[in-house]
């Protein structure tokens, strides 16, 4: 796609002079975004057992969506959960935490972002950004327990017998979120079995939507509570794969009283995002230094079709 | 890097004579048999110029670190303590404690936190303890009073442990000694003022942990010459991230958050304000006069813990310590459930915030399952100062 129908202006200041690629391999699902200097591409895929297998993968899609190939990508920057696990001996490799990537991502699409929260799948963070240069000022991340993170909204969803891109939509069809007080997610799956116990049979869905709701809120009230330092500045933004959750996006606003902004893509890559423009940077940096990769030889070579892509292919299903 | 699994810790091999040095003094403390009695103590407000004036094996008690002794305590309190004060207990069981702890004849322990008074309450149930009161309110003459007379009840206690009189000149002669140890590992933490200290943070954790076993003679004897090669190091022109650690204590066995910063990712630990770091050795006690008053007041004066009154001193003293040692940042961490550091913490954040030092609050356990979480919120600090740097220079040019 191309950046201008992104961000609406000609040029974009984070455009890098030769394609990079940000790796946010999570620890529910890894995201790849590749950035050359006129166009953006990304790729999702759930993080597997290897994490360098599930980075293959998001750089094959990449390089079959950009119509490029290995060798011109100049710069790869990786992050999330999985950075420290990835390895490439034939392009150069940074690794860059997801704090200061998730700031650089939503900050590259939206200057005036001053405060972010990210909720992944097994954290959440609440980022407070300089304006003036996407860097972090502040940050706060959640205890290593799974409340307040997408892993507790996923457990959520199966004892309500949804799927969890269902729990969202039916939290909204609530009239009165159930009260939910466990900020734990073992206590909190026992309070929902009881909940769930008690309510009557004709009214199942009713009171599904109603725990459902309560568990969104029981979410947000954790996530709120990282908010004490980092304070709620506007542009609010939230990024991570729980932005998708139409639930969890209404009972963050509900609870902080105020509106996140809108982002013109999906803020599951805003990790993403930030380590293709710190990869771009870093290329940038030594193309400057004079130490950047060579560039490839313009020869068009043709593609060759070698069994470990066609067995990618047939795990991509 | 990070040698988790490996019997030697990683420090640099100058260090390397100190940790045997230490090991050597720990198997004898267990082993001996020449019915010299074995005292353990808990808390640095302990004076052990008295243990060792009395001619006892004395030790402080603060391995910790593994989740296995922490189970063992939590059978005997609730969730809700701090892992530190289940291991002290944990460390005492029969079976599965510490070979170091099961030696002890006697525990003395000064009250500090509420934590740490029940756990000794437990241990008595184990091995004699007795309790002793440390005052909160330092900056009252009566604080200072009635300490002396508690510290003279614990010479007494000794003295009965020892099975012979302690005279006054054998506890002046003793002070003399340990403020020659206190002196010398504080001028070793000086060195780190240095823009690449030649000691990392483990380094120093290393010489503090020998003050807690080691005779003072034997420790002058061994650190003197070990200092002057150190102070002896050139600079290589590195300037590696400075940071210091404040907060609750860092037991003998909890190097993880340490290792992380400075081995994977390469910041420097210059200073530390706990009890496990420098603190103890900023000051020193009185070498004349009534040698009580001396112990009662040179351990009220020391830096103050947080569980001490009023809290400012406590507050005032770390900053004061972050800028001594130009510091780039402070990695504020507590244990959870600490009674003294998790519910001061505020205070210590906000001045640290209104001094301009960037500060990371850690709460941590030592469940090792918060690996992946710690180091990504650690190296995010450090780009975040590293950032500052680059900011700074800009800002020069």
Known sequence: MKISTITGEASWKYSPPDPVIGFDIGSRGSKGVLLTPDSIYTSFVPTGLYMQETADILLKQLLRAAKLRRRDIAFVVGTGYGRISLAYKDIPYQVVTEITCHAMGAHSLNPRTRTIIDIGGQDSKAIKVDPATGKVLEFVMNDKCAAGTGRFLEKAAVLLGLELHQLGDVALEANEPAAISSQCVVFAESEMISLRARGERHQDGAARANIAAGIHFATARRVKSLLGRVGTEPDLVFTGGVANNPGMWFALETLIGAKFARSPIDMIYAGALGAAVHAGRHHAAALAAGTARPRPTPVARPRRVTPEKILVNSQNG | MVNAHTSLPSLSPDLLPVHALIEAEQKEFIGAEDGVQRAGYFCAYTPPELLAAAGVRHARLFKAGSPEIVANGERFTQSVFCDFSKSCIGGFDKNEGDPLYQAVDKVFNFHTCASMKRASEVIGQFVPTTLLNLPRLRDQAASREFFREEIIHFRDDIAELAGRAISDDEIS???????????????????????????????????????????????????????EKLSAVKDDGKRPIRLMISGSEMADGDRRLVELIEDEIGARIVVEDHCTGLRPFTHTLREDGDPFAALADGYLDQAPCARMKPLDDSVHFSGGLAKEYDVEGIVFVYLKFCACYGVTKLEFLNYFQSLGIPALEISSDYSHSDHGQLKTRAEAFVEILNDRRADAVVAAD
């Open chain 2, 173 to 227: 002669a003793q002070i003399v000694l340990f403020n020659k140890a206190r002196r010398l590992i504080q001028r070793f933490s000086e060195l780190r003022k240095r823009a690449n200290p030649p000691l990392s943070g483990k380094d120093f954790l290393e010489l503090a942990r020998g003050y807690y076993y080691l005779p003072p003679e034997k420790l002058l004897a061994t650190y003197q010459p070990l200092y």
